[in-house]
């Protein structure tokens, strides 16, 4: 997932986001609720924010859903521009483009 940070918010691009689909995978509707739930912003059509103070909650849940097999990791990774330093809480579950 395209990722971006400004302001010590973490931005995913909104075409990288899981989408939810009535009636679709169990595993990724549920990653899909479960990252909807930790944003401080996730609204249709826009890039969702995540505050610093869930980015433990996130690489953990992202990791999670990893070793999970279910998903791909260009689904669970967050990929970064080559000159933004990749912040500490998110390096194990990180890389750049």
């Known amino acids: 997932m395209r990722v971006y940070l400004k302001d010590d918010i ?3 691009n909104q075409e990288d986001l899981p989408p939810y689909k009535k ?3 169990m595993v990724r509707n549920s990653y899909f ?7 401080c912003y996730a ?6 924010e995540f505050d610093q103070a869930v ?3 996130l ?4 990791l999670s859903f990893a070793q999970s097999g279910y998903l791909g990791d ?11 330093p990749i912040p500490p809480s998110l390096r194990s579950i990180s890389t750049w483009l």
């Open 43 to 48: 609204r249709k059509g826009c890039d969702w």
């Open 10 to 12: 973490l931005f995913i």
């Open 33 to 39: 609720w479960a990252l909807k739930s930790i944003s």
């Open 55 to 57: 980015w433990v909650a």
């Open 74 to 84: 260009s689904e669970v990774m967050l990929e970064f521009d080559q000159d933004t």
């Open 23 to 25: 009636g679709g995978s």
């Open 59 to 62: 690489c953990r849940m992202l």
